[in-house]
């Protein structure tokens, strides 16, 4: 028992390299968990004060300056 004791502490600190992104994606996840609802709203709120509602969304993507044109 005292020699797998002994190997716990060296394994957790050979496996640091996998523990911090571990870490990370975990933390991206909670992050990603709570912000969305926030940003969803504010997406929404967005674009329906950007554009009038009589104006219909093009389903080709918006108008773009000729070529050579653009500044």
Known sequence: MRDVMTLVPIFAFMMIPLWIPLAAMVFGALHDAV?????????????????????????????????????
């Open 35 to 71: 912000a969305a609802p926030a940003r969803s709203a504010r997406s929404a709120r967005r674009t329906a004060a950007a554009r009038p509602a009589h104006e219909a969304v093009s389903p080709v993507g918006p108008r773009v300056p000729a070529a050579g044109t653009a500044r």
